[in-house]
């Protein structure tokens, strides 16, 4: 089968073949997507309107945009930061449900004084998201337990865990909805006066700078390179391989634990069942199509920002079910992996000799 | 899906001399690898009843043209006959059912399945539906045909590797191959199983068959061969035969391109004992022991040879010294300190090095740049910047010297370590490692996969440091290297090690002897 | 007390047969040397497939041969992807997974919590009212489940073309040489992985539950590939492992039937956590790749250096 199709693996990728792939594929898997939508019943047209005028045009679409890509920066960076030392995130739902639990906890039993309670539960939260990704990270470093499947079964306990609380003892007795009660304003964000987009803002793009300066120009990130190129090697020149790892590791959890608080104390002000729907996939295709970068997770994360503001209006106008932002990803990231093919071989169609 | 011949076309026939077609034909063969060509218009011969030895360097282009003959490659251009016919052979499985049998370098056989087994898929891949009994049946006979035993029902990983070049060469033999092409046969047998091996290949020729040795020892099988094709840099230099009064040494020169320049001698002055390592043992990961309390005495400026067949403990014994694995008993006393807890770390600040067979299993990082793998070792020291800054500049300025210190081509700072040949690699590497603070050196297999200036250049660099007080303990599968270069030398068989002797002491068949354990 | 064992093994299967059938599929595709994490996707579409066809008033039938169909439809998209693009086997699989769940939530939206009949039981049948209630409540995915699981055992390892199967996943390169097709023994193994993820995703809707809920999977396909690592890629091991997860999942609903005051959210967990704790006690003891296929994850190339 295929024999008439050879494939030679290319030593040295040019790089405008590479950015020509990626963009064909990235172009490709959003010409489908269209396809599917206008499939759907969204008018050709309102496409333009809706994902791109009312995105990133207007200043209420960009506000909105903009508030989208708060969280998504953070579960995207931690799950490059992973990636770079060879660890599959695919907890980020798991820890960023205890990066808002623990802001819950927090706000529910007014702990420490009101000027230090939201610092309070942001620092809890990233706490938790470490803790919750550090099981994984011990069962893999003791074992060699697969991490996508432990961290993937963490994501479901975890949410077990907030229905159990939202259940029981956390339910709004205001309203008797599973939900927490809402915060108190000291418990907030300061928004920005610029539609929703709060203080959550500064909290991205400080990780963002902060992990590209590690990446760049420090001892740890020139590690931690090595280590994600080749661990042995790593080991054996004598490199802290492990406090790197870990360090890294735990980093990406708390990045995610830490977008568990900030959804909630930024956007929601109380904590519900829906909250952290989505964002296993959104930081995958970040950190897949960002290529680990920090400055390109900022902006994969701004343009998916858009999609998420999108999904919501076409849900409204359309009655298109928010899984569409779900389906688009997954249609995109095949689409560029895919097309990754021509950048890696050499494609040659003649027959054997 | 094309219709197989259920007869192969080649099937093995008469000799040469009663006018049948070429075993094997290959004209004009190009093959390039993305940019790097490893055939330019290569040819080659093969007439029935014959053993041809096919010789050159590592990377000459040996194995390349006979994968393109087996058609596991397709080339860019030439053509394939096989018994003056011009087939198309659109993969492996196509050129086995023309009869064309290839036993490669690293055998093609299933490690988790039995002998029978990889027969039975083997004959049903060509079209013949053995059952599992009829497949051992048929093996065990083939067996007793050639005189030598083999049992059908043993896993292939549990087998030695002379018995799985056996099960591998009866395998292609029972699908009917008339063209058997074995791909550097010897180089991981005893001098003792190379010729049973080469034995066995000439009574196969006898019967008819035509056979290729893809060799670069080229000594060890031109008194078993009828004919010599020599290849240089994707070439067809030579086709010649013994018997016509070929001159051995104008055949190296061929290969090699001309006279490679007198190795190295180390000037041996044994000092005061640096490394005694005693009673190491550790398992493998299926719990058999991988070293079996191994002792070792190694002075200052001394080489101790460790020559060994591979998969006997030697791949082990470097990760037990370079901290990369704890041993399950023993002492590794270098100087004073007992280094078993060590971390490699510790253990690079007391002088240790290492050269890993595979460079790029644990010493430099394939995608990493020159640049970076060059200073891998060095940053901690701090040489290359602060405690949490890096200097890149300065990174790039120290590999730009080393880079010009060993003539180093095919790359500046900026290139992937993964992008450099494997001669130019493996000095780089010597250059990052034996630097002034070395003191002993665990060199594994170092000159495996160089050309022959590659080669000497990577054994000056061993002797320039033994001359300065280094010692180096080195861990080789080859004799002559180990032979060259040590000044005593002992045998490593099934993870245990034989008492040293002086090098001027040692012979083949001493040496041979320890090898297979019979000392 | 017997009364509750009873009640117990009557509703196990609807726990197990679909984590079983998921699982025999995984197995035959990572036994082909593909990583596969997709089982999430196939059961989500093959549960809407076949609920969907349900409530169009198609036969119950049609409509779980509908839900395997689209299994297979999705595992082609990944086949397509894996063997043919040589796509990084994990990504492709998270990508299969969302394209899945984003399918169905699209599709689905307008036919959430509509219940239908879906499949009758052994005891709704002609043939069937005189079984005792233990078989009787059952229906002939039981059955046809446990037939699979033989035949699969058998086909792995008996059959010439389970060798050749077995062969790709150990040895590519090996079985190349051997006149093995290593593409189209891999994309059939994914393709049947796919059927069978559908089919276990049909049980759940047409089956089991007799509605569609978005998310009615739940992460039992996650659950699906750490079965098979602690199965550790056997198919009679993957039964033991699927009756050890859909035991305790069945067991939670019946202690609450029972009256015992267990909360419900932590007792859906536990058998998340129980998975869990096996895998690692089970890598602890053996090494976690301890029965892997050899090349499993691996991209095969002929025309890479060897």
Redesign the interface.
């Known amino acids: 089968?295929?024999e008439g199709a050879?494939?030679?693996?290319r030593q040295r990728v040019p790089l405008g073949l590479w950015g020509a792939t990626y963009a064909a594929g990235l172009v490709f898997g959003l010409a489908l997507a269209a396809l599917i939508l206008v499939r759907?019943g969204v008018p050709a047209p309102a496409l333009w309107q809706e994902f791109v005028v009312q995105t990133f045009l207007t200043s209420q679409g960009l506000g909105q945009t903009v508030t989208a890509m708060i969280p998504l920066v953070l579960v995207g960076l931690g799950t490059a930061l992973a990636m770079r030392v060879q660890f599959?995130n695919?907890g980020i739902e798991g820890q960023l449900w205890l990066g808002a639990m623990a802001a819950t906890w927090v706000s529910l039993h007014d702990i420490g004084p009101a000027a230090l309670r939201l610092p309070l539960m942001l620092a809890l939260s990233m706490l938790a998201g470490a803790f919750w990704i550090a099981l994984p990270l011990a069962?893999k470093l003791?074992?060699?337990?697969?991490e996508?499947?432990?961290t993937?079964?963490?994501?479901?306990?975890a949410?077990?865990?907030v229905?159990?609380q939202l259940?029981?003892a956390w339910r709004d007795t205001a309203t008797g909805f599973p939900t927490s009660p809402t915060l108190d304003a000291v418990e907030r964000l300061p928004l920005l006066g610029w539609g929703q987009v709060h203080a959550g803002l500064w909290l991205a793009l400080g990780a963002v700078a902060l992990a590209a300066l590690v990446i760049g120009v420090t001892r740890l990130g020139f590690y931690a390179r090595a280590v994600g190129e080749n661990r042995r090697a790593a080991r054996a020149a004598g490199l802290p391989v492990l406090l790197i790892v870990c360090s890294f590791v735990l980093g990406a959890g708390a990045l995610c634990g830490l977008a568990g608080a900030v959804i909630v104390t930024g956007t929601e002000f109380r904590l519900s069942q829906s909250i952290g729907a989505g964002y296993l996939?959104s930081g995958?295709v970040i950190a897949?199509l960002a290529r680990s970068n920090p400055l390109a997770v900022l902006v994969v994360s701004f343009l998916l920002g858009g999609l998420y503001t999108a999904g919501g209006v076409l849900k409204v106008f359309y009655?298109?079910?928010?899984?569409?932002?779900?389906?688009?990803?997954?249609?995109v990231?095949?689409s560029v992996?895919?097309a990754?093919?021509f950048a890696?071989?050499r494609v040659e169609t003649r027959r054997a000799a | 899906?094309t219709p197989?011949p259920k007869t192969p076309i080649a099937r093995p026939g008469a000799h040469p001399a009663s006018g049948r077609a070429p075993a094997l034909l290959l004209r004009g063969i190009d093959k390039s690898?993305d940019g790097h060509r490893a055939l330019q218009g290569a040819s080659f011969r093969l007439g029935w009843g014959e053993v041809h030895a096919l010789v050159g360097e590592n990377g000459a282009g040996k194995s390349t043209i006979m994968n393109v003959a087996t058609a596991?490659?397709?080339a860019d251009a030439g053509e394939v006959i096989v018994d003056g016919r011009d087939v198309p052979l659109r993969?492996?499985?196509d050129a086995?059912?023309a009869g064309l049998g290839?036993v490669?370098q690293?055998?093609?056989?299933?490690?988790?399945?039995t002998v029978a087994?990889?027969v039975?898929?083997?004959l049903?891949?060509?079209g013949n539906?053995v059952t599992l009994p009829e497949a051992a049946r048929l093996l065990s006979d083939r067996a007793d045909e050639l005189g030598f035993r083999l049992d059908a029902g043993a896993r292939i990983d549990e087998l030695s590797i002379a018995e799985r070049q056996r099960a591998e060469i009866l395998k292609v033999l029972l699908l009917g191959a008339g063209i058997l092409i074995l791909d550097e046969p010897t180089a991981v047998l005893t001098a003792e199983e190379a010729r049973a091996l080469l034995t066995l290949v000439r009574a196969l020729a006898r019967e008819g068959h035509a056979v290729v040795l893809i060799t670069h020892k080229l000594r060890e099988v031109a008194a078993y061969s009828d004919r010599i094709t020599v290849m240089r840099q994707g070439r067809t230099v030579l086709d010649a035969a013994p018997s016509e009064g070929l001159d051995m040494g104008e055949v190296a020169r061929l290969a090699v391109g001309e006279m490679p320049p007198t190795p190295p001698r180390v000037t041996a002055r044994p000092g005061a004992p640096l490394l005694r390592i005693a009673g190491l043992s550790a398992r493998r990961?299926d719990g058999s022991p991988a070293l079996d309390g191994l002792a070792l005495d190694l002075a200052e400026g001394e080489v101790l040879g460790i020559a060994g067949v591979g998969g006997n403990g030697q791949s082990e014994l470097v990760d037990l010294l370079s901290g990369l694995r704890r041993p399950d008993a023993g002492t590794i006393r270098l100087g004073p300190h007992d280094l078993v807890g060590a971390s490699p770390a510790r253990r690079r600040a007391e002088g240790l090095r290492v050269i890993p067979a595979d460079r790029f299993d644990s010493a430099m990082a394939p995608g990493l740049t020159l640049a970076e793998n060059l200073a891998l070792t060095g940053v901690s020291s701090g040489r290359f910047g602060s405690r949490w800054l890096l200097d890149r500049a300065r990174m790039r300025r120290e590999a730009e010297r080393l880079i010009a210190a060993n003539e180093g081509r095919g790359g500046g700072p900026g290139t992937k370590a993964a992008l450099l040949s494997g001669g130019n690699a493996q000095k780089l590497l010597l250059a990052r490692e034996v630097s002034s603070d070395a003191r002993l050196l665990v060199a594994h297999s170092p000159s495996r996969g160089l050309d022959l200036r590659a080669t000497q250049a990577v054994h000056q660099a061993i002797a320039d440091g033994v001359a300065r007080g280094m010692a180096c303990l080195l861990i080789s599968e080859d004799l002559e290297e180990i032979m060259s270069l040590s000044s005593r030398v002992c045998a490593i068989n099934n993870g245990r090690l034989s008492a040293p002797m002086p090098v001027a002491e040692v012979t083949p068949e001493r040496l041979g002897a320890l090898l297979v354990g019979h000392a | 007390m017997m009364d509750f064992i009873l009640a117990w093994l009557t509703v196990l299967p609807g726990y197990v047969v679909p984590l079983l059938l998921a699982s025999l599929g995984v197995l035959l595709s990572e036994r082909a040397g593909i990583l596969n994490?997709c089982p999430e996707g196939f059961m989500a579409v093959g549960a809407m497939t076949g609920a969907l066809l349900c409530l169009a008033g198609h036969d119950p039938w049609t409509a779980v041969l509908a839900g395997t169909l689209s299994g297979l439809g999705l595992s082609l998209?990944f086949g397509?992807?894996v063997v043919?693009?040589?796509?990084?086997q994990?990504?492709?699989g998270?990508?299969?997974?969302?394209?899945g769940?984003?399918?169905?939530?699209?599709i689905g939206?307008s036919h959430v919590q509509k219940p239908f009949p879906g499949l009758p039981r052994l005891s709704e049948t002609a043939w069937g009212a005189d079984l005792p209630r233990l078989l009787g409540q059952q229906n002939m995915l039981l059955p046809l489940s446990l037939l699979l699981l033989a035949l699969i055992a058998w086909f792995l390892a008996r059959s010439?073309a389970g060798?050749?199967l077995?062969?790709v996943g150990?040895?590519p390169?090996?079985?190349?040489?051997?006149?093995?097709?290593v593409?189209?023994v891999q994309?059939g193994a994914v393709l049947a992985s796919g059927a069978l993820g559908g089919l276990a995703g049909a049980f759940l809707s047409v089956a089991s539950a007799h509605v569609w809920v978005?998310g009615m999977v739940?992460?039992r396909g996650?659950?699906v590939?750490?079965l098979v690592?602690f199965a550790r890629w056997r198919p009679l091991r993957c039964l033991w492992a699927a009756l050890l997860f859909g035991g305790t999942e069945a067991i939670m609903p019946r202690l609450q039937a029972l009256g015992v005051d267990f909360?419900?959210?932590?007792g859906?967990?536990l058998p998340?956590?129980l998975?869990?704790a096996v895998?690692?006690l089970a890598?602890?003891r053996r090494?976690?790749?301890s029965g892997a296929p050899?090349a499993l994850g691996l991209t095969y190339?002929?025309?890479?250096?060897?």
């Open positions: 089968m295929l050879l494939l030679i693996r759907l599959w695919i069962l003791l074992w060699g337990v697969s996508v499947i432990s993937l079964l963490l994501g479901s306990i949410f077990f865990w229905q159990h259940f029981g996939f995958i897949y009655g298109i079910s928010e899984a569409m932002v779900l389906l688009v990803q997954g249609v990231l095949l992996l895919a990754q093919l890696d071989f | 899906m197989k690898f596991v490659y397709a993969g492996p499985a086995m059912a290839m490669h690293h055998f093609r056989l299933v490690g988790s399945f087994e990889n039975a898929l083997a049903r891949g060509a539906n990961a | 994490l998209v397509l992807a043919v693009f040589r796509v990084e994990t990504l492709a998270l990508a299969i997974v969302a394209l769940l984003g399918i169905t939530g699209v939206r010439p060798l050749r077995r062969a150990e040895d390169a090996a079985a190349d040489i051997s006149g093995v097709d593409q189209r994309l978005e739940a992460g996650w659950v590939v750490a690592i909360p419900v959210y932590l859906a967990m998340y956590v998975t869990l895998l690692a890598s602890m090494g976690a790749r050899a190339l002929r025309q890479d250096k060897h």
